[in-house]
């Protein structure tokens, strides 16, 4: 394996101009800007309705230095595709097509989009930032939002569901790389694009994205709130190359330790305040049990 | 050289003279012969392309939007339902000003299902900004693809080459498939100023603001309003650019005329009957017939419906003494949308001939000669008896 990335060692070149939208501890800023030092200048970046649309900046002003197109909620799989056939068709190799979504565009509205795309065994990146929410629009419930978060379509009891497993939907589809990575641990993700841009056909790269005023949390808090998602093992940071799942960094870390108690997570984070003792503990069990599997 | 084959057919060979790069489509009835044939064409190397088999049509359309904001020629096709599931595209695809074309084998739309023939579909898409070309015959499907695609690149918009589902895009009739060298003289390579294009970046289709705004070097750039009202004009203008390429097209194949309305037996007619696609062709045979009864009667086919080419239609209609619609579209709990369209561009014009709708064919009905004598001497005998709504032809109720 590569050795892995350092902050010493971390390219210096900057994709995303300073003073773009994003709101202050916005853990999307950390993945967008970390992500595109991996993806590098010959990259074209699809992008569907999303906070990064905004994070983008406004006609005439974009915040991100490689070619963008927005696309359609729904279409991001498909127009990633495009990108493609068109680099292949105008005999343009080398460049990463890498489609961009919340996890809303990608695990609900997007997945018809992105299911096709991976079963005809595109060659895309695709990254999606899992905040957990459809923050864009205010906070509300998506497919990924955990059980029991308060979101502004579920603002007394919390969800009623538990979160969908996006990555593993994708893993079903048999591609040859998915990742998933945190906006806490940042190198990490660094890595595993960059690992994913030496690999050809569909990869995806699922990567859990703190967001202070949508989980209500203060901005000074976005890395540790992230990293707690990791240490209790709610969140965990995994590869399945050509099929081989393995936990890697924080989460290998963590193999055969204690991990800390998911109420510490939840206790980070005014989303969770509904949270009854039940579900605290079905969760914690969930957790357990899943980790037992590693 | 002359063919017989189906219209669908027609189409796809179109679309191979006109080299497209990226093809993306879904099956629908009766669209989908063209994109079988198409996806024969790139398996068997005859058309150097990328055809993506999508999972839906607003993923073929997607496919289009990104290839060509790419850099590279896209075509799509479907009928129907297909259309409406890529509306929010459609209307994408004009935004971003991209020249994508697009063939609709024109259907009726579900519920309840109907696989036959109207042009429920595409008309009422027509104020998404796409340019809309109805061809009568095989030979203008074929060189309306090619002329499509030259139009679309040169006025950035694009465009809809519409025929009737079965009748047209499942029958079969001799054309001139045109020489790829020939077509090639015509058509000249897609080359945009603005690409996806990693050596001069650019935002594509970026949140714009409702007023204008500086841009890093203090020039202004238009607001939200401003594009919109740039399309307007583009489409307007576009009108004049399709004579243009409807003259070069005429100097290269022979083919040529009005691109806008065909007109038959109209000049001295005191009655045009009027519609849009096939019908046209077989109210040729009810003129016919009328004519021999000394009944001075044309037909009028309209085969551009947006932009609508109102000068050409007020031209060909002013000083008539009755204009008769027939539609197989309706603006539900209003008129005909051409009717509307018709009346409203005559409005200002000094001799206005009486207009009736006649809606007729929905869902495939057919469209009985006698139904269409009937419908026309009614309306040439007593034209100042008609109100404003639509009569229905063929109804048993
Ligand atoms: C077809 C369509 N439906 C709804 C919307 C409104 N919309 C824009 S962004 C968004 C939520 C995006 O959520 P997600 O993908 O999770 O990204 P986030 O905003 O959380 O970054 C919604 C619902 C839209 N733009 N298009
Ligand atoms: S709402 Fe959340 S994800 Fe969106 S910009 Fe703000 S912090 Fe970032
Ligand atoms: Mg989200």
Known sequence: MEKA?????????????????????????????????????????????????????????????????????????????????????????????????????????????????????????????????????????????????????????????????????????????????????????????????????????????????????????????????????????YEIENGVFKLTGASHYLLGKTRLPVSEYFSTQGRFKSLDAEIVKKVQQQVDAKWATY | MHIIESGNVAAAIGVKLSRAQVIAAYPITPQTPLTEKLSEFVESGELEAEYIPVESEHSAMAVCIAASSAGARAFTATSANGLLYMVEQLNWAVGARLPVVMCVANR????????????????????????????????????????????????????????????????????????????????????????????????????????????????????????????????????????????????????GGNPFIEEYRCDDAEFVAVCIGSLSYQLRDVVDIMRDDKVKIGVMGVQMYRPFPDQAIVGALAGKKCVIVFEKALSYGNQGALYADIKSALYSSEKKPRVHNYILGLGGREIKTQHLLDALAQSCTSPDTFGDSPRWIGLKL
């Open chain 1, 5 to 237: 990335t350092t902050i010493l060692n971390l390219t210096e070149e900057e994709f995303v101009h300073p003073g773009n939208r994003a709101c202050s501890g916005c853990g999307l800023s950390i993945v967008y800007r970390i992500g595109l030092k991996a993806l590098g200048k010959d990259t074209v970046l699809v992008v569907p309705p999303s906070c990064l649309t905004v994070l983008q900046g406004l006609y005439p002003v974009a915040s991100t230095k490689l070619p963008c197109v927005n696309v359609t909620f729904a279409s991001t799989g498909a127009a990633a595709t495009g990108v493609r056939a068109a680099m292949r068709a105008l005999k343009k190799n080398n460049v990463n097509v890498v489609a961009w979504a919340g996890d809303g565009g990608t695990g609900d509205i997007g997945i018809q989009a992105l299911s096709g795309a991976c079963e005809r065994g595109e060659d895309i990146i695709y990254i999606c930032y899992d905040n957990e929410a459809y923050m864009n629009t205010g906070v509300q419930r998506s497919g990924t939002t955990p059980q029991g978060v308060l979101t502004t379509t579920t603002p007394i009891h919390g969800k009623l569901q538990e979160k969908k497993d996006v990555p593993s939907i994708i893993a079903a589809h048999k591609i040859g790389y998915v990742a998933t990575a945190s906006a806490a641990y940042p190198l990490d993700l660094y890595d595993k694009v960059k690992k994913a841009t030496t690999i050809s056909g569909p990869r995806y790269i699922h990567v859990h994205t703190p967001c202070p005023p949508g989980w209500n949390f203060d901005p000074r808090y976005t890395i540790k709130v992230g990293k707690l998602a990791v240490k209790t093992g709610l969140f965990d940071l």
């Open chain 2, 108 to 255: 009726g739309i579900g519920a309840p299902w109907t696989v036959w023939n109207d042009q429920q579909d595409t008309i009422s898409q027509r104020d998404v900004g796409w340019i809309q070309i109805y061809a009568n015959d095989h030979q203008q499907i074929i060189d309306s693809v090619i002329k499509a695609f030259k139009l679309a690149q040169t006025v950035s918009v694009p465009v809809m080459v519409c025929y009737d589902g079965y009748l047209l895009s499942h029958t079969y009739m001799p054309f001139e498939q045109p020489e790829q060298k020939k077509v090639d003289a015509f058509l000249p390579a897609f080359a945009p100023k603005h690409f996806l294009d990693p050596e001069n970046p650019g935002n594509f289709n970026t949140v714009t603001l409702p007023d204008i705004r500086p841009d890093v070097d203090g020039n202004m750039a238009p607001g939200y309003i401003e594009i919109r009202h740039n399309l307007q004009e583009d489409l307007r203008a576009a009108l004049d650019t399709y004579v243009t390429i409807d003259n070069e097209f005429e100097k290269e194949f022979g083919r």
